[in-house]
């Protein structure tokens, strides 16, 4: 079937047709870089790789933007306390976010523009909404008029008289309306400035996403995505400001993932259970993070706990260790036999379940299943005493495929040194001459050095746990 995506726009799922044929214009909101990111960043991040990953697969050409917020009031308040510059606090934590990003084995975006990269552009988008009515200064501030967008509220299906509730509004006489937001904010004394026509200050947040995905990607993207906490206010305004300068639909397809929980309740900075990526990725393989972040429906919320985390180890392992003695069974398999037919007409079977579950609106913890479909039919083939190298690499060449959209196993540089070397010469010879004692020590200090060995038909394997 065609792929489906659920609109949030329209609260149901449409098949997904793309602008212009072959090609997707993909916009997600990045962080504002001001710490580490924490596992509620990771999600989008994980996920939205994922739908670009798969619609590379359909074989789309994909333009994928990521924004960096490199100035804001956070910014400014951790540069206060590090006593550096706002430049400073940003270079060191876009390094941070593009570090955890590649330990999670995601691809950078196409481009990641930043906003103090691209304030002409954001002056200019302001100035264009002052022109046309929908924005107006007020002593070094501008705002945009929320009243005058008539269909203000349509992302996040509510009237405007009942968002006046929903927005953080600070008392402000110098606004028309106070749901009214900001576009450019007047600089405080000490403040990183821009000069402006409205003088020097910096862009308020929404507007700085509408100026850069129309840069960058035109006037209406494909896909817009981001957490379910941006849908309002951030990708509202960034609809009315937008579609105020255009005319046109600012995206054909709004996406949004679910909160990440922890051990059942709302992560907090007052709660103080947000945990970063960076601790994260010291305890855990990247892989099962990656696994947890797409074993729950990315439209749900998901609950973080030691033993879903557990869980997703596990999970891990059973995929490599499948994987890992595939590869390993070629060496030693019959390559005068063609492929079992049955076999790999039941692989194409899980084939076919993938692309189902992820052609519809990308169901990850379905299509998680069906690598486990894979796995069993793997361990099945590799029972048998006798087995045709056609009908391993049937198999490897399904599960590359699926993996290459889900990356939920990959091969680390292994390398032993010296020390470790000996040991496993030791104990092939300790095997060699009955020594089993010394053959158990050794395999338990390589053990406990995070080297596993495996004693096969086909001779000892060693992989890292």
Sequence with gaps: MPLQIYNT?????????SLTPGEVKMYVCGPTVYDYIHIGNARPMIFFDVVRSYLENQQYKVDYVV???DVDDKLIRKAEELDTTVIEVAERFIAAYFEDLEGLGIRRATIHPRVTENMDIIVQFIDKLVELGYAYPKEGDVYFRTRKFASYGKLSHQKLDELQFGIRIEVDKRKENPEDFVLWKAAKPGEIFWESPWGQGRPGWHIECSAMARHYLGDT????????DLQFPHHECECAQSESVTGKPLSNYWMHNGFIRIDDEKMSKSLGNGILVKDL????????IRYLMLSTHYRNPLNYTDDTMTQAENSIERIANAVSNVKHRLSASDTSSPADTELVSRVEAIRSLFHEKMQDDFNTPDAIT?????????????????????????????FEEMNEVLRL????????????????AERIEARSSKNWARADEIRDLLSAQGIMLEDTPQGMRWRRK
Excluded: C
């Design 9 to 17: 726009m329209t609260r149901m799922k449409e098949q997904f047709v």
């Design 67 to 69: 924004n960096f917020t």
């Design 221 to 228: 993207l494909d896909i817009h995505g981001g957490g379910q």
């Design 281 to 288: 990725r010291k305890n855990h393989k990247p892989a099962a």
């Design 370 to 398: 069906a690598i486990f479909e894979w796995v069993n039919e793997a361990n099945l083939l590799l029972q048998r005493e006798v087995v045709q190298q056609a009908s391993l690499e049937a198999l490897l060449q399904v």
């Design 409 to 424: 196993y990959w091969e680390e540089e292994q390398l032993l040194d010296e020390e470790v070397e000996q040991l496993i």
